[in-house]
T-cell receptor, first 114, second 110 residues
Framework: DGGITQSPKYLFRKEGQNVTLSCEQN?????MYWYRQDPGQGLRLIYY???????QKGDIAEGYSVSREKKESFPLTVTSAQKNPTAFYLC?????????????FGQGTRLTVV | QKEVEQNSGPLSVPEGAIASLNCTYS??????FFWYRQYSGKSPELIMF????GDKEDGRFTAQLNKASQYVSLLIRDSQPSDSATYLC??????????FGTGTKLQVIP
């Protein structure tokens, strides 16, 4: 079945550590996105990528980094520079080839700083 | 100005009433619009999309689009407690970038 897989589902980070969240899709979508969601809040865009080897900062990119070496993969690294990383992280992808193309979401990764 | 704007709410409606959720967008190049529902702790799921001016109905849900006013809405008829969730509006400019609003929290009171 096609879809987006995020791993791990839960992640704990110690102060000062970098951690990487995985996002893989087998939908053959060109565009991929990372969002952060805090409790009771909406989605805030961290980074997005429209093609391989290219990505753009979203609204809250500071303290995060991404790579897009393969079409199906868009990992997000939460660096030690991100002072308040505890949140729910959602990865999404979309085709964009057609007018009605929606964004599909993974199941999310819940990151907690310990 | 945010590209897609929504009132964060919460919007409270009694059970059985019509819930009206609104969204405005700034990019006139936006071609398609989507409504997602997100339950707490879960990922968003698509409810409806619309790309032509006017209304589109699907069961208890009606999406409305007014491109001249850059306005999209979602009506939920006969609201149920199970409709309580955050509703996200999204716009697609037609070239691989889907932009989301921050969502409106809906509470349906039994």
């Amino acid at each position: 079945d096609g879809g987006i897989t995020q791993s791990p589902k839960y992640l704990f980070r110690k102060e000062g550590q970098n951690v990487t969240l995985s996002c893989e899709q087998n939908l053959n979508h060109d565009a991929m996105y990372w969002y952060r969601q805090d409790p009771g809040q909406g989605l805030r865009l961290i980074y997005y990528s429209q093609i391989v080897n290219d990505f753009q900062k979203g609204d809250i990119a500071e303290g995060y980094s991404v790579s897009r070496e393969k079409k199906e993969s868009f990992p997000l690294t939460v660096t030690s520079a991100q002072k308040n990383p505890t949140a729910f992280y959602l990865c999404a992808s979309s085709s964009g080839a057609h007018r009605n193309t929606e964004a599909f979401f993974g199941q999310g990764t819940r990151l907690t700083v310990v | 100005q945010k590209e897609v704007e929504q009132n964060s709410g919460p919007l409270s409606v009694p059970e059985g009433a019509i819930a009206s959720l609104n969204c405005t967008y700034s990019d006139r190049g936006s071609q398609s619009f989507f409504w997602y529902r997100q339950y707490s702790g879960k990922s968003p799921e698509l409810i409806m999309f619309i790309y032509s001016n006017g209304d589109k109905e699907d069961g208890r849900f009606t999406a409305q689009l007014n491109k001249a006013s850059q306005y999209v809405s979602l009506l939920i008829r006969d609201s149920q407690p199970s409709d309580s969730a955050t509703y996200l509006c999204a716009a697609n400019r037609g070239y691989q970038k889907v932009t989301f609003g921050t969502g409106t929290k809906l509470q349906v009171i039994p």
